[in-house]
């Protein structure tokens, strides 16, 4: 079966611009949640949703938002685009809570 | 947020010998943990979990324990090979549906 797919693989960004991320989870997924992976932080949670309604939410600035549609498919936007937002954005899926998690293999963005 | 660390972030072993990663947490009300291998250029891969109702769980390979006292857990490997070498991270949850609080990684190396 196919896995956790996120569009695009790489991406620049200029400041100031904004940016959409996508991700499809595993089919019958319906929990999605996306992850901020730098060097620095390391991992971080930004969200998840669940059935199109989020259910959790990180430490992360109102610049980040996202959201869930019928299919379970995700999307996250990031507005007004600063150097610090260069990082791995990962996407992960799963069947039920507190359950294996499925990861993407992320979209690279780069702001310049 | 939450404080989930590693004592190593590189390990160096032998092909063939058993590793031991190890990984501190800080909140006592996490019950629920999760080890993921990545590799270069990919997402997070699940390895194993471990709930706080238990000491001990062994998979493949793979044996994670759980030290709730000193909030501690590690990730033994056993018979390490080539294909082991990724960066490991431990997660932590506390019953808050799938949000996860990543450790910072420790980076295994396998010398053939």
């Known amino acids: 079966k196919a896995g956790v797919t996120q569009t695009p693989r790489y991406l620049i960004k200029t400041r100031g611009q904004q940016v959409t991320l996508s991700c499809s989870p595993i089919?019958?997924?319906?929990?999605v949640s996306w992850y901020q992976q730098t060097p620095g932080q390391g991992l971080q949670f930004l969200f998840e949703?669940?059935?199109?309604?989020?259910?959790n939410k990180g430490n992360f600035p109102g610049r980040f938002s996202g959201r869930q549609f019928s299919n379970s498919r995700s999307e996250m936007n990031v507005s007004t685009l600063e150097l610090g937002d260069s990082a791995l954005y990962l996407c992960?899926?799963?069947?039920?809570?507190?359950?294996?998690?499925?990861f993407g293999q992320g979209t690279r963005l780069t702001v310049v | 947020g939450e404080s989930v660390g590693l004592h190593l972030p590189t390990l160096s072993v032998q092909e063939g010998d058993n590793s031991i990663i190890n990984c501190a947490y800080s909140n006592s009300a996490s019950d629920y943990f999760i080890w993921y291998k990545q590799e270069s250029g990919k997402g997070p891969q699940f390895i194993i979990d471990i709930r706080s109702n238990m000491d001990k769980r062994q998979g493949q390979r793979v044996t994670v324990l759980l030290n709730k006292t000193v909030k501690h857990l590690s990730l033994q490997i056993a018979a390490t090979q080539p294909g082991d070498s990724a960066v490991y991270f431990c997660a932590e949850n506390k019953n808050n549906f799938n949000k996860f609080y990543f450790g910072s990684g420790t980076k295994l190396n396998v010398k053939p």
């Open positions: 949703y669940f059935s199109e309604t989020q259910r």
């Open positions: 089919s019958g997924h319906r929990s």
């Open positions: 992960a899926s799963s069947l039920g809570d507190r359950a294996e998690a499925f």
